[in-house]
T-cell receptor, first 116, second 117 residues
Framework: GAGVSQSPSNKVTEKGKDVELRCDPI?????LYWYRQSLGQGLEFLIY????????KSGLPSDRFSAERTGGSVSTLTIQRTQQEDSAVYLC??????????????FGPGTRLTVL | GNSVTQMEGPVTLSEEAFLTINCTYT??????LFWYVQYPGEGLQLLLK?????DKGSNKGFEATYRKETTSFHLEKGSVQVSDSAVYFC????????????????FGQGTRLTINP
């Protein structure tokens, strides 16, 4: 079946512009995560959505970052007034529903963001 | 806070060599531990996991044992192949599996492994 998809695969933008990154999770997966992979910070958690619960935004680095998940499926990560330190690969993951067990996170290919 | 430390790379080995990639963690409670792998040009994928002390995760000839006394989860493989060349990430989830819900992961820095024929 189809895996997690992300678009665009590459995005180059100028400092100060806003960008939107999209994630399509695997159908039926209730949890959706955003992570960031950068040279200086490694792979770090940004935000996750779990069903109808309030999202955990504890990893967002600043208020320029926001995310939403519409209809419990597609998610958009928005970065406003981009800075050069935002350059990174943004990874999306989803996991299936389940109780009393670890639910494997399935990762997308990522969006490489370059801020000039 | 929770953190993961893994050996710095890059690591270069010859085919059929023995592999160890060290991973230690700091966490409160009873974390679950994971190894993820990122092959060239591909997305991150789960390699193996262990959810309680003394558990051994295994997959594709790789093994790692959850050692609570040493807070470690070292990755080993007895005989590596060229196809094992990838970046390996150790990770933890601070939420034990008995608790329902999403589990955010804390990752180590990653170790790039290159296997030469």
């Amino acid at each position: 079946g189809a895996g997690v998809s992300q678009s665009p695969s590459n995005k180059v933008t100028e400092k100060g512009k806003d960008v939107e990154l999209r994630c399509d999770p695997i159908s039926g997966h209730t949890a959706l995560y955003w992570y960031r992979q950068s040279l200086g910070q490694g792979l770090e958690f940004l935000i996750y959505f779990q069903g109808n619960s309030a999202p955990d935004k504890s990893g967002l680095p600043s208020d320029r970052f926001s995310a939403e998940r519409t209809g419990g499926s597609v998610s958009t990560l928005t970065i406003q007034r981009t800075q050069q330190e935002d350059s990174a690969v943004y990874l999306c993951a989803s996991s299936p529903p389940g109780t009393y067990s670890y639910n494997e996170q399935f990762f997308g290919p990522g969006t490489r963001l370059t801020v000039l | 806070g929770n953190s993961v430390t893994q050996m710095e790379g890059p690591v270069t080995l010859s085919e059929e060599a023995f592999l160890t990639i060290n991973c230690t963690y700091t966490a409160t409670g009873y974390p679950s531990l994971f190894w993820y792998v990122q092959y060239p040009g591909e997305g991150l994928q789960l390699l193996l996991k262990a959810t309680k002390a003394d558990d051994k995760g295994s997959n594709k000839g790789f093994e790692a044992t959850y050692r609570k006394e040493t807070t470690s989860f070292h990755l080993e493989k007895g005989s590596v192949q060229v196809s094992d060349s990838a970046v390996y990430f150790c990770a933890l989830s601070s939420k034990p599996p008995i608790i329902q819900g999403a589990q955010k992961l804390v990752f180590g820095q990653g170790t790039r492994l290159t296997i030469n024929p």
